[in-house]
């Protein structure tokens, strides 16, 4: 017996959420629908019962002044009931005759001779052989006269089954619509959330892989309530949150590739030069005097340059996995101080763009790396110089804000076309393609500059106009 409970428990299990709220909501009307069943059977027989043994003693009364004038009850009142007149004396009772009596006398004399021993009118039920069940009914005529009355409870009987059998097939019939309407009702209202399974088995069906993986697929059935209504808010709130980090790390990956690709591209180029260049060693036209300086001082330049490319893509490594590692070593440093370091080395490497510096009276000390900052308007005026012609004016401003203080690095030439101004911040990018490399640079000093600059907590924003390019570095005081 337990093994078919728990297979049955298992096949309830698997039905669908409908099905089984349909049943379950059909076992609860079924068990309503016994108890107020029972109940109105319970309160019909009493009343039929009540009734009955009111008409009992209606009939007595008439049945009393019958026997008391003639001794014995001579007409009956309906057909199938029985009379008795009885003489009691002590514990016995002696029937009167004639009498209309069953020939099973047993229970009238019983009921006799207990009337004789009560001072008040007696009902009891007694299935007399031959007869069925009868209600009967004893009262006193006069002292030592006893009437006894039955009814039979025939009717009483048939009734109650009839209305047994009429609450069975009406509770069943409404049992069976209940749970057919019900799960139909139950089905329609659960759709939303079948669709919202439907959804998600798209979604696991969907290639999350691909590198512009998205979700096109909403729960966008409406109804359901309330509560369907925030699980389906929510449900396609968490779609948005797993289209925005797909989209997220599409963008990662793409960047990932093309900064992989621009690397080996920018390093491919001085290692083809210092591998030709060591080719150029095997041949004994290259190993003469003059020629061996020139191609070791080549075979210098580039290892130089691949190393000052390495360095850039180390330094933007740590940068970005800051929270492991941080590569700033903050101190307290002036800043103006340092803008005239970097104007005084770029005066000196770039003496064909004048520059000019200004700065607010007393700017305070920041907390900053000065090596990393310096390295940043480094980058900064070397972008001016080499993508201005011979000759552009280049200029240099400090100054303070509530909270901040401000770099502004500013140049007179061209300025950057609006197409390239939202990359000019990417790595590896650069606005002119046809630059070469010996002067355009590897395009990461703007990445670099960047990355060191949010680095120390604050921002660096490019502001251009035609006539004029500004770099806006802002760094928080206070730090």
């Known amino acids: 017996m337990t093994g078919r409970a728990t297979r049955l428990w298992r096949t309830y299990r698997r039905l669908r959420l409908g099905t089984r709220l349909a049943l379950g909501l059909g076992v609860l009307s079924l068990a309503v629908f016994a108890v107020v069943g029972t109940a109105l059977t319970m309160y019909m027989r009493d009343y039929l019962d009540h009734q009955l043994g009111q008409q009992l003693k209606l009939v007595q009364v008439v049945q009393s002044k019958d026997a008391e004038a003639h001794g014995t009850v001579r007409r009956q009142p309906y057909y199938g009931w029985y009379t008795a007149v009885y003489d009691v004396s002590g514990n016995s009772a002696a029937l009167r005759t004639p009498a209309d009596v069953p020939a099973d006398t047993g229970a009238f004399t019983a009921l006799a001779e207990t009337m004789a021993r009560s001072d008040t009118e007696l009902t009891r039920v007694a299935t007399i052989d031959g007869e069925g069940a009868y209600q009967l009914r004893a009262c006193e005529v006069e002292p030592g006269v006893v009437l006894v009355s039955a009814a039979p409870t025939a009717n009483i009987d048939a009734t109650m089954r009839q209305l047994i059998t009429v609450q069975v097939v009406a509770f069943g019939l409404a049992l069976l619509a209940l749970v057919v309407f019900g799960r139909r009702m139950l089905r329609r209202g659960l759709k939303p959330l079948s669709d919202m399974a439907h959804t998600a088995h798209g979604i696991a069906s969907h290639n999350l892989s691909e590198s512009a993986a998205r979700l096109p697929l909403r729960a966008d059935s409406p109804g359901g309530g309330p509560e369907v209504e925030e699980l389906r808010t929510a449900f396609n709130t968490m779609l948005e949150h797993i289209d ?85 070593r903050p101190e307290e440093a002036d800043l103006t101080e340092l803008v005239e370091q970097a104007a005084d080395a770029f005066r000196a490497s770039h003496p064909d763009h004048p520059l000019t510096v200004t700065h607010d009276a007393g700017a305070p000390e920041l907390r900053l790396d000065p090596q990393r900052i310096r390295q940043v308007l480094d980058n900064l005026l070397t972008n001016a110089a080499v993508h201005t012609p011979p000759g552009t004016a280049v200029s240099v401003t400090v100054s303070t804000e509530p909270g901040a203080a401000l770099v502004r690095v500013t140049d007179a030439g061209p300025g950057i076309p609006p197409a390239d101004r939202e990359r000019v911040f990417d790595r590896f990018y650069r606005v002119d393609k046809a630059r070469s490399r010996d002067r355009g640079g590897s395009g990461l000093g703007l990445a670099v500059a960047t990355a060191l600059v949010r680095a120390h907590g604050g921002t660096i924003e490019l502001s251009d106009a035609p006539g004029s390019t500004v770099f806006t570095v802002t760094l928080p005081l206070g730090r």
């Open 244 to 328: 925005d980090s797909l989209a997220v790390r599409a963008a990662a990956e793409q960047r990932l590739r093309r900064f992989v690709a621009d690397a080996s591209h920018e390093l491919r180029t001085p290692l083809m030069s210092v591998r030709g260049y060591a080719d150029l060693f095997q041949y004994a036209a290259a190993n003469a005097p003059e020629e061996r300086d020139r191609h070791l001082a080549r075979l210098r330049a580039e290892a130089a340059r691949m190393g000052v490319l390495l360095d850039d893509l180390l330094l933007l490594a740590r940068l970005d996995a800051a929270e492991v590692e941080t590569p700033l």
